[in-house]
C-alpha cells in the first residue's frame, strides 16, 4: 500500500515558505550502536531548525495524468513517489532523507544528507516508524510519502508471516513535492534551480513530446483454476465469520521489465479506481490501481471500504 502522509498535526504553527536558500543540517539518525540494551529505539536530537521550502505557483494542467507521466520519465533516474486522490497527483522527486525497514522487520536502513546508516530495530517497529517521521517534520516541510507491505499487519501483531523480498515499509522525504490540482500546480523545494526546471517543463517551453510504450498483452489465465479455488475458499470462511474482508491476490510472470510511466499512462486511461500510484524507492519499483480504498486515517481514524 502506497500512501503520502500529510505532516502532524503539532507543525501547524511552524515558519512560513520563505525564499531562502537551504542550510546545510545534519541528518539525525536513531541511536544506532550495535550493543545497545536500550527497549526501544530513540531518535538523536539536535539543534537544527525547520528548512523553509521554496514554491512557485502555477496555473492547472490541462491533462494531470500526462503531466504526471512525464514527469517521471523526465525524473526516471531519482527516487520518486507518485499517488493520485480524488482528482489530485501528489508528486515526491528525490529521496532527501528516507527510512527502508528489511522485510522481517528487524533492521533498518536510514539515508539523507550525504550520509547513510544501518540500524538495528529494538522494541517497537511501529514506534521506530513514528519517530522517524516526527524527528523529520521537525527539519523538513511537506509531505512525507512511501509504501508499507501487508506484512507489516503481521509483524507489528506478532503474528507468524513468510517474508517476501520487498522491504516491510519504507518512507521517503521528498527534495521536491509537487501537487497538480485542476485549478493550479504548486511545486515545492529546496533549490532554486530544481524549482525553476519543474517549471519550465510544465509550462511546456522545455517540455518535448514523450513517448509512451503500447500495451502488451498480459496471459490472465495462468494458475486460473488454483485462483479460483483461493476465492472460492476465502468466501466461504467468510461466510463462516472468521473475517470480514479479504483481498486474494496472485503473482503473474509477465516476461520482461515493465514501462512503469507507460503502464500509470495506460492503466489509468483505461479505468477509474479510487486510487493510482507508482514509485521507484530504492531499486523497488511499482505501478498499481485500487477499486477502492484500502485504509485511509481521516481525522485519527482508521477507516476502510
Same mark, same amino acid.
Given at each position: @500500500?502506497?500512501?503520502?502522509?500529510?505532516?502532524?498535526?503539532?507543525?501547524?504553527?511552524?515558519?512560513?515558505?520563505?525564499?531562502? =536558500?537551504?542550510?546545510?543540517?545534519?541528518?539525525?539518525?536513531?541511536?544506532?550502536?550495535?550493543?545497545?540494551?536500550?527497549?526501544?529505539?530513540?531518535?538523536?536530537?539536535?539543534?537544527? /531548525?525547520?528548512?523553509?521550502?521554496?514554491?512557485?505557483?502555477?496555473?492547472?494542467?490541462?491533462?494531470?495524468?500526462?503531466?504526471?507521466?512525464?514527469?517521471?520519465? =523526465?525524473?526516471?533516474?531519482?527516487?520518486?513517489?507518485?499517488?493520485?486522490?480524488?482528482?489530485?497527483? !501528489?508528486?515526491?522527486?528525490?529521496?532527501?532523507?528516507?527510512?527502508?525497514?528489511?522485510?522481517?522487520? /528487524?533492521?533498518?536502513?536510514?539515508?539523507?544528507?550525504?550520509?547513510?546508516?544501518?540500524?538495528?530495530?529494538?522494541?517497537?517497529?511501529?514506534?521506530?516508524?513514528?519517530?522517524?517521521?516526527?524527528?523529520?517534520?521537525?527539519?523538513?516541510?511537506?509531505?512525507?510519502?512511501?509504501?508499507?507491505?501487508?506484512?507489516?499487519?503481521?509483524?507489528?501483531?506478532?503474528?507468524?508471516?513468510?517474508?517476501?523480498?520487498? $522491504?516491510?515499509?519504507?518512507? @521517503?522525504? $521528498?527534495?521536491?513535492?509537487?501537487?497538480?490540482?485542476?485549478?493550479?500546480?504548486?511545486?515545492?523545494?529546496?533549490?532554486?534551480?530544481?524549482?525553476?526546471?519543474?517549471?519550465?517543463?510544465? /509550462?511546456?517551453?522545455? @517540455?518535448?513530446?514523450?513517448?509512451?510504450?503500447?500495451?502488451?498483452?498480459?496471459?490472465?489465465?495462468?494458475?486460473? =483454476?488454483?485462483?479460483?479455488?483461493?476465492?472460492?475458499?476465502?468466501?466461504?470462511?467468510?461466510?463462516?465469520?472468521?473475517?470480514?474482508?479479504?483481498?486474494?491476490?496472485?503473482?503473474?510472470?509477465?516476461?520482461?521489465?515493465?514501462? @512503469?510511466?507507460?503502464?500509470?499512462? !495506460?492503466?489509468?486511461?483505461?479505468?477509474?479506481?479510487?486510487?493510482?500510484?507508482?514509485?521507484? !524507492?530504492?531499486?523497488?519499483?511499482?505501478?498499481?490501481?485500487?477499486?477502492?480504498?484500502?485504509?485511509?486515517?481521516?481525522?485519527?481514524?482508521?477507516?476502510?471500504?
Amino acid at each position: @500500500m502506497d500512501f503520502a502522509l500529510d505532516p502532524p498535526d503539532s507543525r501547524s504553527k511552524r515558519v512560513p515558505l520563505s525564499p531562502k =536558500k537551504e542550510n546545510n543540517i545534519q541528518f539525525s539518525t536513531p541511536d544506532c550502536k550495535a550493543n545497545s540494551n536500550q527497549s526501544s529505539n530513540k531518535f538523536l536530537k539536535d539543534t537544527a /531548525k525547520l528548512v523553509p521550502r521554496l514554491v512557485a505557483v502555477l496555473p492547472g494542467c490541462k491533462d494531470r495524468l500526462e503531466s504526471t507521466v512525464g514527469l517521471l520519465i =523526465k525524473y526516471k533516474d531519482l527516487d520518486h513517489f507518485a499517488y493520485e486522490r480524488k482528482d489530485v497527483w !501528489h508528486i515526491g522527486l528525490g529521496s532527501r532523507s528516507s527510512l527502508q525497514v528489511d522485510p522481517r522487520g /528487524k533492521s533498518a536502513l536510514i539515508t539523507g544528507q550525504g550520509r547513510q546508516e544501518e540500524c538495528p530495530i529494538v522494541g517497537s517497529l511501529t514506534d521506530f516508524v513514528r519517530d522517524f517521521i516526527e524527528d523529520q517534520s521537525l527539519r523538513h516541510e511537506g509531505k512525507t510519502f512511501g509504501q508499507v507491505g501487508f506484512n507489516y499487519g503481521a509483524h507489528v501483531r506478532d503474528q507468524s508471516y513468510t517474508p517476501g523480498r520487498w $522491504p516491510i515499509l519504507s518512507i @521517503m522525504v $521528498p527534495e521536491l513535492e509537487i501537487t497538480l490540482r485542476p485549478d493550479r500546480v504548486t511545486i515545492q523545494g529546496y533549490d532554486q534551480q530544481q524549482l525553476d526546471e519543474v517549471c519550465e517543463f510544465l /509550462k511546456g517551453t522545455s @517540455m518535448t513530446p514523450f513517448r509512451v510504450r503500447e500495451p502488451h498483452p498480459v496471459n490472465t489465465q495462468v494458475n486460473e =483454476k488454483e485462483y479460483k479455488t483461493i476465492v472460492s475458499n476465502a468466501l466461504a470462511e467468510i461466510i463462516d465469520g472468521k473475517y470480514d474482508k479479504v483481498i486474494v491476490s496472485r503473482a503473474v510472470d509477465l516476461g520482461s521489465l515493465v514501462d @512503469m510511466p507507460s503502464t500509470l499512462l !495506460h492503466g489509468r486511461r483505461a479505468n477509474t479506481p479510487a486510487r493510482s500510484y507508482s514509485m521507484s !524507492h530504492s531499486g523497488f519499483q511499482a505501478t498499481g490501481f485500487s477499486p477502492e480504498l484500502v485504509m485511509a486515517l481521516q481525522n485519527g481514524i482508521v477507516v476502510t471500504e
